[in-house]
């Protein structure tokens, strides 16, 4: 099913999407954005700095999203050698990284009149660092290594070494003590957010997500383009 | 269905997550002493000795615990096992307040008094307008 990579058909779909999609972003985002910004209410404890996060935690959950989606695909791409999931892999890269460094400086403006500080070296925020490294490490690995296979084999076994660090970002709060509070959303227990909160929170998840979507056609594109004229297949 | 190279490749990909896993895992336990932000209350009464090194102890402040003495701080962090008494002159963050979450850091002067240089105030995961949290005080 895989195996008859036709960029032509996959582009005809793809070239038309990203108008549909920065349209629908525009339209989340704004509802998410006033809903964050103005109707939210401001919390108990914190007051109106509780809003940076309507943009650290869905920054923080697409980055690791991503991340996990693209060691999914570069791990069935060497098994079932699938060249279009490398590919993929590669378009969905760059949006991960800036949400991640989106999470990462937006704690830390949060941090600073919550906790008293820019930077803690605690588990949770150390090993959201370490993510963005194996990001910039995934990048930088696309353009050193001219040769196909060699690039598809690399960016895999990075893939999967930082892999291992996601688990870790995710269950880093509950297995040692962290300056990090734990998750407030439970999909097995109750969440302590409260649903006023939760809804701006959702609906700015879906316009990251969207973004996210939009940047990666495009980037998709991209590739699909340089495929076509062969003699550009540079990356 | 697939053939031996796929099944090989599989295996492959299989057997380098797992040794890797396995490594982070051990690297990890063997490292959980400097993984921890603090260290609560309890684990400071079983240190084998006093050290000189600046440490992070963290926990809950004691209710009705805070005074000022002598432009110092003084309170007490709490495990609900073990006290320690905390003094400190310096600025402090805004959330830190009486039966919330601190982590102090700084230096121990005995297993009862440490002497903080720095006090960071710990969030809890709970996120919830005003009105609600004066509905829920009132229950």
Same mark, same amino acid.
């Given at each position: 099913? #895989?195996? =008859?990579?036709?960029?032509? @058909?996959? %582009?005809?779909?793809? +070239? /038309? ?7 629908? &972003? ?49 791990? #069935?791409? =060497?098994?079932?050698?699938? @060249?279009? %999931?490398?590919?993929? +892999? /590669? ?7 800036? &949400? ?51 690039? =598809? ?83 | ?139």
């Amino acid at each position: 099913m #895989f195996k =008859y990579f036709e960029p032509n @058909k996959i %582009f005809s779909v793809t +070239s /038309k999407a990203p108008k549909y999609v920065l349209l629908l &972003f525009i339209i989340i985002f704004s509802i998410g954005l006033t809903e964050a910004l103005i109707f939210s209410p401001e919390d108990y404890k914190q007051s109106h700095s509780v809003r940076i996060m309507y943009v650290h935690v869905p920054a923080a959950w697409i980055s690791l999203g991503i991340f996990s989606t693209m060691t999914i695909l570069s791990i #069935f791409g =060497y098994i079932f050698k699938i @060249k279009n %999931f490398f590919l993929i +892999s /590669k378009s969905l890269a760059p949006s991960g990284f800036v &949400f991640n460094v989106i999470a990462l400086v937006t704690g830390s403006i949060w941090g600073k009149p919550t906790w008293g500080t820019w930077w803690a070296w605690d588990a949770r925020i150390t090993s959201m660092l370490i993510l963005a490294l194996f990001y910039l490490i995934y990048l930088i690995a696309w353009r050193i290594y001219d040769e196909k296979e060699q690039v =598809y084999k690399i960016t895999t076994i990075i893939t999967i070494l930082g892999i291992i660090n996601v688990p870790i970002i995710k269950y880093s709060v509950d297995w040692w003590n962290t300056l990090h509070q734990p998750a407030s959303i439970n999909i097995l227990s109750k969440s302590t957010i409260h649903s006023s909160m939760l809804a701006p929170l959702l609906i700015m998840t879906a316009a990251f997500a969207l973004f996210s979507l939009l940047i990666f056609l495009m980037k998709y594109n991209t590739e699909l383009i340089k495929i076509k004229n062969k003699g550009l297949d540079r990356l | 269905m697939y053939g031996r190279k796929v099944k090989l490749r599989f295996f492959f990909i299989f057997l380098i997550a797992l040794t890797l896993s396995f490594t982070i895992f051990l690297i990890l336990k063997s490292l959980e002493e400097n993984v921890v932000f603090f260290k609560s209350p309890s684990e400071i009464k079983t240190l084998s000795e006093m050290q000189n090194k600046k440490i992070r102890v963290g926990g809950m402040v004691k209710t009705d615990s805070i005074s000022i003495v002598n432009k110092e701080l003084n309170f007490v962090i709490t495990d609900f096992k073990n006290e320690i008494n905390v003094v400190y002159s310096g600025l402090i963050p805004n959330l830190f307040e009486e039966g919330k979450g601190v982590v102090a850091e700084g230096y121990l002067n005995d297993e009862n008094f440490f002497s903080a240089t720095k006090i960071l105030a710990k969030h809890d995961e709970n996120y919830m307008p005003p009105e609600v949290k004066a509905a829920l005080e009132e229950k």
